[in-house]
């Protein structure tokens, strides 16, 4: 009566302390420049090394520049974290990824495509998107910064055990709609605390139907409906993505590997804290017009009325309209947007730069719109060139850009500015999230895309109808 959750769980708990803390053991930890040099400051005044260094793995990303990285960085805060993050991998014999090494990227993509994330794993960084390795069956979440110090010293963490919780999503997904639009869906029905004190486990037909890059998306916004976390079991398509990887098992070893990774999966009679289930009949292309993940509609929606809720209630969601320059009852659609932003550990990846580039070829940028794609990788930026994308993309009059999270939380140069509207891929749209006073609206890359060649909000599919395939 186990669910995934519970069999990943108490297989890496050491010990359980009065109260109903556990001390869980971490099979792999991730570290980036922006949360890892007060952990190893902390080390150093303690005078405590590192415990199992070949068990984390770092790569730069958050700040870093997503134009002309051979150059030294401008940034100075930038230029001296991004040094700190490189002297503390070095010292302490922890393997590291630098600006323009063909590894490098936003850590949440690098560790599935080199085959660093496998199932059945715990993982940590210091980074509220980790979430996005469980789609590969592991327990994946988001420590702060004391305790990166304390998985660096003991490679084990204190976390209370969550809830469990299971969202269903059964049928087959309308023709334009991706898997973006399946998370934002369920956000907007949950609410950003739906899944507040739960781990949760994505299941159901449209779940299995989806690619593993589509799947990473899911888990990587379970977040944001306040969940510890997200995961989807381990099936065939997992074993595919990562055969031949780089730091998969191989040979005999990937054989007992898929064995055991096998047997990943709730128990047909597991019960959990919580669970519901969506038609994916009912889902439509998404996009948010508010300052929180959860405030997303149908493309061609209206913005909803305040009607019934609460004083509090009322007063938030007017500040959040205001902010957004929006008003009740308006549609989104034909929205002007100044800006379209194609990256992160979101939608970052390979599949989500195809779709973006084959659905504006043949097709001009709008006039008037800045679009900034930028891979999740370095790999992604090559397999993009190989392909042809790139070409695709300039003759379009884009630019594709160099791997780093960019304008997702706006910690380099790409920042949007005050008062602009950005149709973002990315993960959250809070207030100044993608600089100050910058108004995002988040959506999957065939909305971006559609934004980006028309410069106003709409709908894919009546691009598709003239002529776009997928």
């Given at each position: 009566m186990n669910t995934l959750f519970d069999k990943i769980w108490d297989a890496h708990t050491v010990r359980t302390i009065d109260g109903g803390s556990c001390v869980l053991y971490i099979d792999r930890q991730y570290i980036h420049e922006v949360t890892s040099p007060q952990a190893f400051a902390?080390?150093?005044?303690?005078?405590?090394?590192?415990f199992r260094p070949k068990q984390v793995t770092a790569s730069p990303d958050h700040n870093i520049p997503t134009k002309n990285q051979h150059l030294p960085i401008a940034e100075p805060q930038s230029a001296e974290q991004?040094?700190?993050?490189?002297?503390?991998?070095?010292?302490?014999?922890?393997?590291?990824?630098?600006?323009?090494?063909?590894?490098?990227g936003i850590i949440h993509v690098i560790g599935p495509q080199t085959g660093l994330t496998q199932p059945g794993m715990t993982i940590v960084c210091g980074d509220s998107h980790t979430s996005t390795h469980g789609a590969l069956g592991c327990i994946a979440f988001g420590i702060g910064?004391?305790?990166?110090?304390?998985?660096?010293?003991?490679?084990?963490?204190?976390?209370?055990?969550?809830?469990?919780?299971?969202?269903?999503?059964?049928?087959?997904?309308?023709?334009?709609v991706c898997s973006k639009d399946i998370i934002l869906y369920i956000i907007s029905k949950l609410g950003t605390g739906g899944g507040t004190g739960h781990f949760v486990e994505f299941a159901g037909s449209a779940i299995r139907s989806l690619s593993m890059e589509a799947r990473m998306t899911i888990c990587n916004m379970s977040i944001e409906m306040g969940a510890r976390g997200g995961m989807i079991a381990p099936d065939q398509t997992t074993f595919e993505y990562l055969k031949g990887r780089e730091f998969a098992p191989q040979g005999a070893e990937w054989d007992k590997a898929v064995e055991r990774w096998s047997k990943l999966r709730s128990d047909d009679d597991a019960v959990f804290d919580k669970e519901v289930t969506f038609s994916a009949e009912d889902i439509e292309p998404m996009i948010t017009y508010g300052t929180n993940p959860g405030m997303g509609i149908a493309i061609n929606g209206e913005i909803p009325s305040s009607e019934g809720m609460d004083a509090a209630s009322k007063t938030s969601y007017a500040k959040s309209l205001a902010y957004m320059g929006f008003a009740e009852g308006e549609k989104m659609v034909g929205k002007k947007v100044d800006y379209v932003f194609v990256g992160s550990c979101t939608n970052g990846r390979i599949e989500d730069l195809r779709a973006f580039a084959h659905f504006v070829k043949g097709r001009r940028k709008a006039e008037g719109v800045t679009a900034w794609i930028v891979p999740g990788s370095k790999e992604v930026e090559r397999l993009a060139i190989e392909e042809g994308l790139r070409d695709i993309l300039q003759e379009a009059g884009f630019e594709l850009r160099q791997p780093g999270c960019s304008a997702c939380l706006a910690m380099n140069e790409d920042k949007i500015p005050a008062g602009k509207y950005c149709v973002a891929t990315s993960n959250r749209n809070f207030e100044g999230r993608q600089g100050p006073d910058a108004r995002t609206l988040l959506a999957g890359p065939l909305v971006a895309a559609a934004a980006a060649v028309t410069g106003v909000v709409t709908d894919p599919r009546e691009l598709m109808k003239q002529g776009v395939k997928l």
């Open positions: 902390g080390l150093r005044r303690r005078g405590i090394e590192v991004v040094a700190t993050l490189m002297r503390n991998c070095a010292e302490r014999d922890i393997t590291i990824f630098p600006i323009g090494e063909e590894h490098n910064t004391s305790e990166v110090e304390m998985a660096l010293a003991s490679q084990c963490i204190l976390q209370s055990k969550p809830k469990s919780m299971r969202i269903n999503v059964e049928g087959e997904l309308k023709e334009g």
